[in-house]
């Protein structure tokens, strides 16, 4: 569905932790991107990649990093640096820098306890 | 930074009417500005994106409108369905290069029977 997969759907993780989120994807696309979900603040961008071995921060970046080591797979670790890191992640990704329609994952939503 | 504005944040209509929902956007240099829509626990998903060398873009019952000289754009959508229920984003993007999709903080529109 959508050639687009994050996991896993459901994160829980202890205060202090980091922890890695999982974005794959089989549509040959050249960009990927994260953003993070809250409530009533919309999509917000985490990090984005146009090409492999290339991520630019997006405007929530601190406390997270990414690689792009792959072309299909770009994964986002959240860090203990991160304050508020329990929210609703999403992966997308759009074909190259001209045809900017993105492609969601079905997200996973973290939980710190 | 880039920023969008999505207005209004909840919108609630009859079976019928009419809905309108409006941004705008900060970044002169944007020219791609896709509508996506994310019903409850699902992925966003694309529904209508115009860029800046049309004014206006209709599919069936939606409709998207751009005034780059006042940086705003609008969906509209007629004779609203139950099934139209959902969270609208708008975005805004400058194709080409080091592009990056920035969200409005989304709409949610209830449509009543």
């Known amino acids: 569905d959508g050639g687009i997969t994050q996991s896993p759907k459901y994160l829980f993780r202890k205060e202090g932790q980091n922890v890695t989120l999982s974005c794959e994807q089989n549509l040959n696309h050249d960009a990927m991107y994260w953003y993070r979900q809250d409530p009533g603040q919309g999509l917000r961008l985490i990090y984005y990649s146009q090409i492999v071995n290339d991520f630019q921060k997006g405007d929530i970046a601190e406390g997270y990093s990414v690689s792009r080591e792959k072309k299909e797979s770009f994964p986002l670790t959240v860090t203990s640096a991160q304050k508020n890191p329990t929210a609703f992640y999403l992966c997308?990704?759009?074909?190259?820098?001209?045809?900017?329609?993105?492609?969601f994952g079905q997200g996973t939503r973290l939980t710190v306890v | 930074g880039e920023n969008v504005e999505q207005h209004p944040s909840t919108l609630s209509v009859q079976e019928g009417d009419s809905a309108v929902i409006k941004c705008t956007y900060s970044d002169s240099a944007s020219n791609y500005f896709p509508w996506y829509k994310q019903e409850l626990g699902k992925r966003p998903q694309l529904i209508i994106d115009i860029r800046s060398n049309v004014g206006e873009k209709k599919d069936q019952r939606i409709a998207v409108t751009l005034n780059k000289t006042a940086k705003h754009f609008s969906l509209h959508i007629t004779e609203t369905q139950p099934e139209d229920s959902a969270v609208y984003f708008c975005?805004?993007?400058?194709?080409?290069?080091?592009?990056?999709?920035?969200f409005g903080a989304g709409t949610r529109l209830a449509v009543h029977p």
């Open positions: 997308a990704s759009s074909m190259d820098s001209l045809n900017t329609e993105a492609f």
């Open positions: 975005a805004a993007a400058r194709v080409g290069g080091y592009n990056k999709l920035i």
